[in-house]
């Protein structure tokens, strides 16, 4: 496979994986310290594996990896000189060793034991092809396997490659991947990079679908049995990383992956870390997407434990059942007003027991009864009944990943099926649905722009059509006399689809204006929208470009001077969504990135913290708090670190005199105001159109001012 084993391990045939046992009583004795490659056949497949045991605690980490941080642990001890200089020799032989194999060295300096035992992957044996997806920290491509033809998904990872902690951030993603082996976790099948390169592929098994992809497609409607499915390969998939200590931190739906076989995939680990119980060291709360972020973590909890993925594999359960995220807040405080709706709020106990850094200022005055099982009285009862105990407000409610896989849901008819039997689709990805809904989005900013001559007489064929209901028909029988009426009319003026009706119905409102950028890939018997992919403002290469974008987003949509169009998005309502089909707004595609930049959970150095992520409504009266730092896998306080013991990105931050309700007005006040001036600014806008007349100069003067009323 390529991706193990270094020089040494290469040569002994047959049995690639190998760990490497360090003596320190020996190294002090000889005063030299030696790897010494000891070679196993726990793993005569070859693959990335350890030899980590299902159910072995998070602490038993690759062996060679433990050794490798003890060698660099103890060459910061300097009880010895003698030693560490030996020591320092022998770690600049490992890294010597590992430049060798072909790594880069500024990757082998901060993360050596990434990558430890692996030999890199070489570019050229791989036929890049498309982007399939657009995450925060990395763009996804599927790749060609030159030499075998086999298909793959190569994930490019942004990180800056002169900070030595946003490269261990990065490697973390690979330890950790390199822990975890079950047919319902991506598996890493190597690492290309070379020692010339600044970037990092992480290749991975290709697979067809996420399930943001396939359950925002209004043609998808999975039955029980598919849903039980992909639910319990899901818990599956969690409860393996959770018997080894490892918590996800991202699960959603676009991290969810399905293969043409009906195989479901965990992926994305970049925010995972590992639970230790010698590790009492305090976590960060800012992970894990909002939608799908525990009420523990939005109010701050700096202890939480692997039940935070539970709360998240609730909301991707219900959003399976009803098709649509079931929880969309669009800020932390809203968030959290969703679920104490939804879910009820905590009881009394709850508050006076919790030590949550913000538990005092998210006291609902009045508790919420929750509305769960009337919103979800369509579904069984023992669906409701798994939905109910994910999503319970206290964390030790939501039991294990064990204890739900053997809950009446699954035990009870109907059976889940086989994925095997799961129907085949063509591939559909989140970004497909982020496309479709930027089509749309342009469609109606098309409309927006539309001369009043155009619109008038683009209403009147409306009002044609409407008074000559056959007209179309007709146009379109005389096309294909094969069709029937309806058919004709559903795809009236789609080009090319006009007599085919497509598998998708959703393509029907493609605008003219995204067909024109448009492909269909017939090879998989759908259309395939490949409108040029938006590149995200906040998707810059370096981590401190994230950091300022992440920042603007949440600045900017407090003042931003765009069309942000927040009719029908009231606070109370359950609807709002900001990216899918459903909901009405114009947001201008850079304030779109920049909104969608403050939905994303931190994922970046703790040191790159000169700047605050904080969000929308909780801005004005955001206080600053420092929890101690979370020091995970490649996130060590190195020098020239903030402050020991401190990290700035650490949930909600509110000012002690604040309570929820008030909160929670402020919050509604804030996106009334923000709807009036955004239509208000509409209509400025529009006048300006009107002036166009006007000398160049006089009306840039005017565009000057307008737009410094609004800033
Ligand atoms: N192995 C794979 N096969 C096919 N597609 C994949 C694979 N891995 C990832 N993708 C696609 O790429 C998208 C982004 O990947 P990933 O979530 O790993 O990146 P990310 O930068 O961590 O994203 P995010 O910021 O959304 O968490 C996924 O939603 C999925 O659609």
Known sequence: MGCVSSKKAAKAAGSPVFEASVSKTRASENATLNLNYVFSSKNPSGALDFGSKEGERSEDKPKGSRELKKLKKGSSNKKSNAFSIKLGLSLRHVDAEQIAAGWPAWLTAAAGEAVYGLVPMRAESFEKLEKIGQGTYSSVFRAREVATGKMVALKKVRFDNFQPESIRFMAREIMILRRLDHPNIIKLEGVITSRLSNTIYLVFEYMEHDLAGLSSCH?????????????????????????????????????????????????????????????????????????????????????????????????????????????????????????????????????????????????????????????????????????????????????????????????????????????????????????????????????????????????????????????????????????????????????????????????????????????????????????????????????????????????????????????????????????????????????????????????MPPNQSHSRAQSLNVQDYLTETCDKEEVGIGRGNGPGQQEQGKVKFSGPLLSESQKIDEILQRNANTIRHANRRSRFYRGTESILRGKKRRSKLSEKKERKTSRRYFM
């Open 219 to 603: 043609d998808i409607k999975f039955s029980e049995p598919q849903v039980k499915c992909y639910m319990r390969q899901l818990l599956h998939g969690v409860e393996h990383c959770h018997l080894r200590g490892i918590m996800h931190r991202d699960i959603k739906a676009s991290n969810i992956l399905v293969n043409n076989e009906g195989i479901l995939k965990l992926g994305d680990f970049g925010l995972a870390n590992i639970l230790t119980s010698k590790n009492k060291q305090k976590l960060t709360s800012r992970v894990v997407t909002l939608w799908y972020r525990p009420p523990e973590l939005l109010m701050g909890s700096t202890n939480y434990n692997v039940s935070v993925d539970l709360w998240s594999v609730g909301c991707v359960f219900a959003e399976l059942l009803i098709g649509k995220p079931i929880l969309k807040g669009r800020t932390e405080v809203e968030q959290l007003h969703k679920i104490f709706k939804l879910c009820g709020s905590p009881p009394e106990e709850y508050w006076k027991k919790s030590k949550l850094p913000h538990g005092d200022m998210f006291k609902p005055q009045n508790p919420y009864e929750g509305c769960l099982r009337e919103r979800c009285k369509d579904f069984t009862p023992t669906a409701v009944d798994l939905i109910d105990t994910c999503l319970s407000i206290e964390p030790y409610k939501r039991g294990t990943a064990s204890s739900l896989l053997m809950c009446e849901y699954f035990t009870t008819q109907p059976y889940a099926c086989d994925p095997s039997s799961l129907p085949k689709y063509p591939p559909k990805k989140e970004i497909d649905a982020k496309q479709r809904d930027e089509a749309r989005r342009r469609k109606v900013r098309a409309r927006m722009r539309e001369p009043a001559s155009s619109k008038r007489q683009r209403r009147a064929r409306q009002t044609l059509q409407l008074q000559e209901p056959n007209n179309e028909a007709h146009f379109a029988d005389r096309k294909n006399n094969n069709n029937d009426n309806n058919t004709s009319r559903t795809y009236k003026g789609r080009g090319s689809a006009v007599g085919r009706e497509p598998r998708n119905p959703t393509f029907d409102t493609i605008s003219e204006t995204s067909r024109a950028t448009s492909t269909s890939h017939a090879s998989h018997g759908d259309t395939v929208f490949t409108v040029p992919t938006q590149i995200s403002a906040s998707s810059g290469f370096a981590w401190a470009k994230n950091q300022q974008d992440e920042v603007a987003a949440s600045l900017s949509l407090r003042s931003h001077t765009s069309t942000f169009d927040t009719s029908g998005l009231g606070f109370e309502d359950n609807t709002s969504n900001l990216t899918k089909d459903d909901t009405v707004i114009h947001v201008k595609s850079k304030e779109k990135d920049l909104f969608e930049a403050s939905m994303r959970p931190m994922r």
